[in-house]
C-alpha cells in the first residue's frame, strides 16, 4: 500500500517541505511569488476557518506529489451570505499527472463551503471540468492609451511609435471640456490610503441585489488590496454629500518592457454610471503619467461593461480566455443558478487572478 496517494491536511510544520516542493514543480519567479504571498495569503489570512489555512497535501510514501491550495473569500449570492472556497495554487508532480489523483483521494469530500471557485487555463480547466468545476471564459476588456511600443516592438520602427504616441495624446486631449462640466457633478475626488466603514455603506447601497459577488466590505477589501505583500495599487474613491459613492483599485506593471495598467476591482451603485465614469477618467490620468501603453480588465456586470465600453474600452477576443470556475455544492439547491457565469459580478481582483502577477 506504500504508493497509493494519501491525502493529508496541511500544518504549519509542513511549510518547509512544501516550499521546497513549489520551488521544484515552478519556474524560479512563479516559485518566489507563491512563496512571498504565503502568510498572507494561506497561513494568517484572517477568513481562515478555526482549524487553519485550508491547505491540501497528498503524499505517495513520505513524498508530497501534489499540493493544492485554497483560501476562503466572503461571498454574497443574491442574499444569502457564505464564505466561498477559492481553488489556489495546485500542482501535481510530472511523475502523477493524468492519474486523477485527487480523485482518487476524494478531495471534493473536504471542500466545505457551499460555493468554490477559480481561475484556470486551458489544461487546468479540463482537468477541474473532470472534478465538476463550471467553467466560465471572461475576456478582458481593453484600452489602449499609447499604441507606440506596440507599433515599435512589432515593426521596429521608431518613427512609427512616436507617431502613434502622438495618436494616443491627441484623443486624450480632446474630451477634457466635458470632463470638467461632468466633474462638477460627479463629487469629490478623493485618494484611500485603506477602507473604512464607509465602503461598508456603499456596499449595503451598491450590491447587485440578485447576482454572487465577492464582499467588497472593509475587512476583505483591506486585506485583498492594502496588505498584499508582493503588489501596490492605487485607491480611487469618489465622495458625495458625505458618503463615499465608488471605488476603483487600479494597478501598474512592467512586463516584456511594456508598462500595463490593470483596472482590478470597482463597485459603484448599479444606475451611478457618472461615478464609475469619473474613477475611469483618474485611474486613466494616472496610467498615462506613469507611462501606461494598454489598460485592462474584467467586467461581467452589464451597467459597469456599458461604462467601460462608452470610456473606449473594447472587447478583445482572446484564443485561450481564462476561464473563472465554479462548483456549487449539490446540496444547495438554493444557489444552483449560480453555476451560470452571466449570474456573478466578477472583476480581476476576485479570487486569484490577479495576484499571479
Ligand atoms: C493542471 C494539473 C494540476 C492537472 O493535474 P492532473 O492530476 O494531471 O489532472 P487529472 O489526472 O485529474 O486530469 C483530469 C483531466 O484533465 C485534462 N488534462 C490534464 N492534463 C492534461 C494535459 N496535459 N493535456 C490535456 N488535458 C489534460 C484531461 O481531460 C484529464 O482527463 P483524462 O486524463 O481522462 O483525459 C497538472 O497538470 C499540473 O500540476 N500542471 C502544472 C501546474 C498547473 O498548471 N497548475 C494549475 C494552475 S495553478
Redesign the pocket.
Known amino acids: 500500500m506504500l504508493d497509493q496517494p494519501v491525502l493529508h491536511r496541511y500544518q504549519p510544520t509542513d511549510r518547509e517541505e512544501v516550499f521546497d516542493f513549489i520551488r521544484a514543480?515552478f519556474p524560479a519567479d512563479v516559485s518566489a511569488r507563491i512563496i512571498a504571498q504565503w502568510g498572507w495569503k494561506y497561513d494568517a489570512n484572517p477568513f481562515n476557518p478555526p482549524d487553519g489555512p485550508i491547505i491540501h497535501l497528498v503524499r505517495v510514501g513520505s513524498k508530497l506529489v501534489?499540493q493544492i491550495a485554497t483560501f476562503r473569500v466572503p461571498l454574497w449570492a443574491a442574499g444569502t451570505k457564505c464564505m466561498a472556497e477559492n481553488r489556489g495554487?495546485?500542482?501535481?508532480h510530472p511523475d502523477?499527472?493524468?492519474?486523477?489523483?485527487?480523485?482518487r483521494v476524494n478531495l471534493k469530500q473536504s471542500v466545505e463551503t457551499p460555493i468554490a471557485l477559480g481561475w484556470?487555463?486551458d489544461?487546468?480547466t479540463?482537468?477541474a471540468m473532470?472534478?465538476g468545476w463550471v467553467p466560465g471564459p471572461v475576456s478582458k476588456l481593453w484600452r489602449v492609451l499609447d499604441p507606440g511600443p506596440f507599433i515599435e516592438r512589432f515593426t521596429h520602427s521608431r518613427l512609427l511609435g512616436s507617431l502613434g504616441a502622438g495618436a494616443g495624446a491627441a484623443s486624450w486631449g480632446a474630451g477634457a471640456p466635458l470632463r470638467r462640466r461632468r466633474d462638477r457633478q460627479v463629487g469629490a475626488r478623493i485618494r484611500l490610503d485603506s477602507f473604512d466603514e464607509s465602503v461598508d455603506a456603499l456596499w449595503e447601497r451598491a450590491r447587485r441585489a440578485d447576482k454572487a459577488m465577492l464582499v467588497r466590505d472593509h475587512r476583505y477589501l483591506n486585506w485583498r488590496y492594502c496588505q498584499r505583500p508582493d503588489a501596490r495599487y492605487s485607491l480611487f474613491g469618489i465622495k458625495r454629500n458625505s458618503e463615499l459613492a465608488g471605488f476603483l483599485v487600479a494597478r501598474a506593471t512592467t512586463r516584456d518592457g511594456i508598462k500595463w495598467g490593470y483596472l482590478v476591482d470597482f463597485l459603484t451603485a448599479e444606475d451611478s454610471t457618472d461615478v464609475l465614469s469619473a474613477l475611469l477618467d483618474d485611474a486613466l490620468d494616472e496610467f498615462r503619467r506613469l507611462g501606461v501603453a494598454a489598460v485592462s480588465c474584467f467586467a461581467t456586470d452589464p451597467a459597469s461593461r456599458r461604462t467601460l465600453l462608452r470610456r473606449g474600452f473594447f472587447p478583445f477576443p482572446q484564443r485561450d480566455p481564462s476561464h473563472f470556475v465554479r462548483r456549487i455544492h449539490r446540496g444547495r439547491p438554493d444557489l444552483q443558478k449560480f453555476a451560470t457565469l452571466g449570474e456573478w459580478y466578477v472583476t480581476m481582483g476576485d479570487g486569484d487572478y490577479e495576484m499571479t502577477f
Do not use: T
Open positions: 514543480m501534489s495554487d495546485q500542482v501535481v502523477y499527472r493524468r492519474q486523477k489523483l485527487w480523485q484556470s487555463g489544461i487546468s479540463r482537468a473532470v472534478g
